[in-house]
């Protein structure tokens, strides 16, 4: 599967900063993790797609993995995710093998400037980042650095912080709500990483039919308008919970 995906991904040739968001190749990503904590928690499951636009869905080419993450579920998450210690100790790839895995797709896709894609992508990023650092393997920005792209300029689509500009709908936006809202149908149950991952760069076609804004972004903006489009959520959620007094949200989106 990963030479499958990495010969697709070496078949795209660089895309151009004007490309569009509508027009432009993605690789979607998602994890299933043993908890939430990025550098505390590791990845237990993961899954890559590469969608080309011009055929959607049945143009998909994935690669997905099962890590033995070498420590325990939290059984919360476990709960939700359906992995087992015992599960993942039988089944799982060692994370040095399937980090090292991913991480080298997600730059070889960059260095086609082909974005990485991903629902609250912070969490995934993240996630990514602090088991790069547990097995002391290269991180994202040196791979960067390495491909000649500049540190902490990750090309990332996030439908999530998209969906919070233009929509204004009410009510909850997780994946699942997020996806019945734009009409898409998803392809297995959630939180399972395969299906979490289609349905997340399936969402990109309906919002940049509906808001065709999004579909008109450019490569070369993007990153710096899902940053501003963050702070602006970020600014006036935060007014809500002053005005309720509860703890403000800090940072940024990546």
């Known amino acids: 599967m990963n030479d499958e995906l990495l010969s697709a991904i070496e078949s795209v040739g660089e895309q151009h900063p004007d490309t569009t968001l509508a027009d432009s190749w993605l690789l979607g990503f998602d994890t299933e993790t043993t908890g939430i904590a990025a550098g505390r928690d590791a990845i237990v499951s993961?899954?890559?797609?590469?969608?080309?636009?011009?055929k959607g869905h049945a143009g998909d080419v994935i690669a997905s993995?099962?890590?033995n993450p070498h420590r325990p579920m939290n059984p919360r998450a476990s709960e939700v995710n359906g992995f087992t210690d015992e599960f993942l100790a039988e089944h799982g790839e060692e994370p040095t093998v399937a980090v090292e895995a991913i991480a080298a797709l997600i730059a070889a896709a960059q260095a086609r400037r082909i974005p990485l894609l991903a629902y609250n992508a912070p969490f995934d990023v993240h996630m990514l980042e602090g088991d790069l650092k547990r097995w002391k393997l290269d991180s994202l920005d040196e791979r960067q650095a390495a491909a000649g792209v500049a540190p902490q300029q990750l090309l990332v689509v996030d439908p999530l912080v998209i969906d919070r500009k233009v929509s204004r709908r009410k009510g909850k936006r997780t994946l699942t709500d997020t996806t019945f809202y734009y009409g898409v149908e998803p392809h297995g149950d959630f939180h399972d990483a395969t299906a979490d991952t289609i349905a997340a760069v399936d969402l990109i076609a309906p919002m940049a039919t509906l808001y065709p804004q999004v579909g008109?972004?450019?490569l070369g903006d993007l990153m710096a308008w899902q940053h501003a489009a963050y702070a602006d959520w970020r600014d006036s959620f935060n007014e809500w919970l002053s005005s309720r007094g509860r703890t403000p949200v800090r940072g940024d989106w990546l």
């Open 46 to 54: 993961a899954t890559l797609v590469l969608r080309d636009p011009a």
């Open 216 to 218: 008109h972004l450019a």
């Open 65 to 67: 993995w099962i890590v």
